[in-house]
Each structure stands twice: as structure tokens, then as C-alpha cells.
């Protein structure tokens, strides 16, 4: 018998999903509402609650005393700061700008001053002059995964794209340099690809469906604005393998700035950097309430911040956005539900 | 009818005769054939040749001096919202142009040399900013964040699933 592909089985399974999948979007479904609803609440393991910190989009350049290296090192302060301590840091990649070691190792460096342990996933500007190398010398695995006071936390590598460069002969500079770009045309959507995938599949294999999870790729688990790559291509299948959980936590980075989704039994938060804003993109917000003020240009630490996730005894979980000037609208400010 | 009658309506005729004569004339001189389809080709390119030409310019670090490039916090040209422009900036301190921002983006945030206004460099960059805001009602002056057009991802797109498109 042949074997079918999680896309092929994804493909069938979505004859009769589209409504649901869309429906998610916007308004619990039957199935959604096992994961948000009072009964299905109610059984979710107890846990011990705790907080933990998320730093993200450094994109430091090989430059002595850049300003961005002084941005990431308040970031670090402010973690530092908080008060109760957080239990750990999450680093949800582009940490480096143009994939050089020395940005990595500066990073590090910087990074290494928490004062609690941290975990980080690689982004695409740390990635394609090597292919990871550097990256992985450093911080080792690109994905991962922990237990935490009962909760499940993962990390993945969602910046994986086709090989566009071997039949263009590009340099792997030339390979970075069109990865760098936003908006590059030629570069394709990224995704985590099959290997990791059928790696997500064994590692919750044995979790029961109340265990809370928590999972941090560097780009949205939602089609967002794929011109950006504000998506990532196999998050269908990611959230298929996680369609079992009653309740999962997604946290991005690769946007640079406040934004938030839910899908299913899905709740997932964009995150600030600590090297310049993003504008959003010319779609609409599925949440439009969620989202953060226009910033000022000559205010070079305006739009970006760190940020505190307070996970609570039945899994909920609050994000709140440390911005480093005044950028959010009261409603953010009191922190958003995850 | 008497015969005054009758002159006077022949003079008029003569002179509403003349009168259209002349408006024919004139509009005879002055109208301009439309560009033909080659012409209209040879225009579009050569707009073409500068937007391109100011995309690689918004993506080139070049025009600063610490790695930044106007493309770090303005893709696709976002943010810069050209249908607002000339208007009263306060990074600037006075009613500006689109293209005076962009040399106070060059100077300030980027730490490079401000180009001329006039330059070709520039007017490409304009250009390039204004053709991702194709079709955006001018809004002097207006307190709004206005999107580039949207633009449509490379090969795989779309994805099927999950989208607020």
C-alpha cells in the first residue's frame, strides 16, 4: 500500500475540514471548543504556575558598538529585572542580521548575561550564509523540546526553503544577502520541513491531550501575509499534530510586532524585536484590537521591547508587551490572553 | 420680417460661422495626438527601469553606514505613506517633501550621506514608492499608516488553508 504524505492525508482530510479550518479563524467550533471551553477547561492538568521571558529579532550586525547591540542588551537588563524572576527565556531567532559568526558569538555573548536559563531557535538571517553551521556550533540543536512545571515546550525551525540558489550559482553571500530581503521574490515560502515534522510527531506521540503546550518557531503558525513570509508552509500539518492538545500556546518572532490568532485549540502572539519595527502589512488583522500604535522614526528604541508570559495554575497564560517606549494602546498594555 | 430683421440674423450666422471656424483652428493647433501604443510601451519601461532602479537602491545598505537599508523597516515601501506627502513632519521640523523624509531616513537612522533632491538616485527611490502605492487616494497630510498594494508571494502561494484573505 502506499504510503500517503502527511500533505496528501492534510489534503483529504480538508474536503470536509475547509469550513471548520476557516471557521477557526474567527469563532470557536465544536471541536475548538473542547480546548476553550468550561467542561474541557476544567480537566486540563493542573500545573505549577510560572513566567517566563521571550527575547527576539536582535539582528545584530558585525559593526563595533552598533545601537542594535544596545537594545538587545537592555532587553536582557529588562528580563533580568522582572520581579518574580522567570523561570527561563525564550529567544525566537535572528539573532545575527547576515548569518556572520561574529554576530552569532556577539549575540551570545550578550545573551549570556540572563541570569536564567534560555533556549533559542535559529531565524533565516542567522542561517543561510552557512546553512546553520556557525549557528549550530553555538546554540546546538534547531529544534527541541522541554518539560516545564507540567507544561510541554517546543522549539522548531520553520525557516527552511527550496534550494534556490545551486541552479542560479549564487555565493552563499548572494544566498543570504536575497534571504535578508523581506520581501525577496525569488527565495520561496519557508517552512519546517518533513524531517522535523515526523520529529514533532514522535516527541507528542506519548503526551496526554491535557498536557498545556507551549511552542515557539520563528514564524507564524497562520498564513498571515506570505509575501513577508509572515507564514510558515507545513502549519497545517503542525497543527494537526497538536490538534490533540486541548490547549497549545504558540508564540512567534519574524514579525516585529504585536499581533495575535486563533485557531482551533490554538492561540498564538506575535513578537517585538530589538532592532526596528514592522509596519503591518496591507491585510487585515484577524484580531484588529490587538495591535500596536504607528511609531516614531526618530525614536530609535520606539516599537521595539521584551516580553513576560505568566503561565497560570489551569493554563492560562497572559503575554504581556514590554515595550521600551510608549507604543501600545491600553488594552495591550493590561496584557493579552493566550 | 422686415429687411433689418433679416440682416441682423444673417450677421449673426455669419459671425457664430467665423467664431466656430476659429474655435476649430485653434483646437486643430493645439490638440496633441494620443501616444501611441509603442510610445505608451517605451514610457512604461523606462518608468519601469527607474522603480527598479530604486528598489535596488531601498535595498542597498550602501546609502547608510551601519548596515541598514531603507527596506529594514519599510518593506515593499510600507510605511512610508507617499499619499500623505508634502505635509508637516515633525522629524523634519517643517512642511516637507516624501523626499526629504527619505534623506532624513538616510541621515538619521541609516548614518549615511543625504543624497540630492534632484538626483536620479532619488527620483528612482520615489518612484519606486509611489509604485507600490499605485491606486492609493492622495490624502494630504492624513494620520494614517496606509499599506503598499498587496503583492502576491512567490511559487507555493497560496497556501489553502487558514487565511483572512
New interface residues.
Partial sequence: MKKISRREFLGVS?KTG?AT??A??FAPTATSMMGLGGIAHASTKKLSPFTFAVLTDA?L?D?PD??FDAILAKGVADVNSLKPQPDFVLYAGDLG??GKEAELIKGKKILDKLKMPYKIIPGEHDYYLDMGKAWRGLFGDEHWSFDHNGSHIIGMNSILVEDFWSMANLTPKERMGRME???C?????WGVGEKQLDWLEKDVKKLSPDTPIIIMTHSPL??YY????F?T?D??EIRMLLRKFEKVMAIHGHVHQVVYNS?GNISSAGLLST????????????YPNIKMN?V???D?EDGLGSHKIDVATSFDGEINYRAFSDLLPENVKRGVKL | MNINHTFQTLKLAVVSVMTISTLLVVAEVDAKKPFNAVEKEDQMNMLMAAVKKGDDLWHNPGLGSNGLACGNCHPDGSATNPHTWPKYQTNLGKVGTLREMINWCIAVPMVGKPLALDSEDMVAMEAYVMYTHRGVAIAPAKDEQHGAVPVVSGPGYPNADAGNR
Fill in positions: 480538508l475547509v479550518m476557516f477557526g479563524m539582528h550586525y559593526i552598533h545601537k542580521q547576515s530581503e523581506l520581501e521574490h525569488r527565495c520561496g515560502l497562520w498564513d506570505p509575501r513577508w513570509n507564514q508552509l502549519a497545517p485557531i532592532s526596528w519595527p514592522w509596519p503591518y502589512p496591507p491585510v487585515e488583522l484577524p504607528r516614531d522614526p526618530g530609535f
